[in-house]
């Protein structure tokens, strides 16, 4: 799950900003809404606000609280450019409405989706009510792609009343902070964090089944699956990775950032434990794993 946004937010003159009545420590809340073909429409929520008398937005997913803080405005279009990630949000702005784009980077044609926002604090609404079934817990999963493979994966879901969050662990890293609904016997769950924007469904079947479908960007969609399982573990060795046989260790050299070569046999290594991570830029979870070994560095 991983690429990069920005939201441009464009005025004429700075003080007929969007912005130009927030009040400080006082935010506005926002629901906007990634729109697919499929009607099948990806939501989340933002806050606007102001520090120092600067423009602020902070994109909310469950405890996930994502700082954008590069914002211009000219005219009547915004840009809002997110950190890390190489994706953008253009976008014609009132006082109650926003309508735009939201455009993500990759290594071929950029993926495109109809952007809209209006103020409110609610991510998705109670179309069915009230929750009729809790889906706390662990679940163990499968989803079904089109080639008709089975990968397995398991779901830790926390909720509190209507209110659902929780996530997808996989072999390879996790699908992040997902915040939702459920009501009646339906859940729908989202995450956006500027390089992924995700969705996943699902009918309660009961107390211990679902089965439901997960959609990701403009158009892509697999059929999941999930029976509660409190036991329910990740099948690591799907993604183990091994030295080839007749190895017994690494053995690598290339060079750093200084141009000094560096190798796994150097004499500093010997006798000492080496953690070698292999990560990418466009990757959250690799974000994380890289903070988590600083720290305990």
């Given at each position: ?242 030295v080839k046989p007749g190895e017994s260790k690494l053995d690598f050299s290339f060079p750093d950032l200084d141009s000094n070569m560096i190798s796994i046999n150097d004499r500093r290594f010997k006798d000492k434990v080496v953690v070698i991570q292999l990560m990418g830029s466009w990757c959250p979870n690799c974000m994380d794993e890289t903070a988590f070994l600083s720290d305990y560095y």
């Amino acid at each position: 799950m991983k690429y990069a946004i920005t939201i441009v937010l464009f005025i004429f003159t700075f003080n007929h900003s969007i912005f130009a009545q927030q009040k400080k420590n006082n935010p506005v809340l926002w629901q906007a809404i990634l729109k697919r073909a499929d009607g099948k429409n990806i939501h989340f929520t933002f806050e606007e606000k102001k520090i120092k008398q600067k423009p602020i937005l902070i994109i909310r997913n469950a405890t996930e609280r994502l700082k954008v803080e590069n914002i211009v405005t000219v005219g009547d279009s915004v840009v809002i450019k997110m950190p890390v990630f190489e994706s953008s949000i253009t976008t014609k702005v009132s006082s109650n409405r926003w309508e735009g784009l939201w455009t993500r980077g990759s290594s071929g044609n950029d993926l495109k989706m109809a952007f809209e926002a209006s103020k409110s604090n609610l991510r998705y609404p109670l179309t069915d009510g009230n929750a009729r079934q809790k889906i706390n817990g662990r679940w163990a999963v499968k989803f079904a792609s089109d080639t008709g493979k089975i990968f397995t994966s398991v779901a830790e879901f926390v909720q509190n009343g209507n209110k659902v969050t929780g996530t997808f662990l996989t072999p390879t890293g996790d699908y992040r902070f997902l915040e939702g609904v459920a009501t009646g016997n339906h859940m729908i769950i989202s995450g956006f964090d500027g390089a992924h924007a995700l969705m996943f469904e699902a009918d309660i079947t009961d107390s211990k089944t679902l089965n439901g479908k997960y959609y990701s960007g403009p158009k892509f969609s697999e059929e999941w699956t999930a029976v509660k399982n409190q036991k329910a573990t990740v099948k690591f060795n799907e993604s183990a990775m091994y030295v080839k046989p007749g190895e017994s260790k690494l053995d690598f050299s290339f060079p750093d950032l200084d141009s000094n070569m560096i190798s796994i046999n150097d004499r500093r290594f010997k006798d000492k434990v080496v953690v070698i991570q292999l990560m990418g830029s466009w990757c959250p979870n690799c974000m994380d794993e890289t903070a988590f070994l600083s720290d305990y560095y």
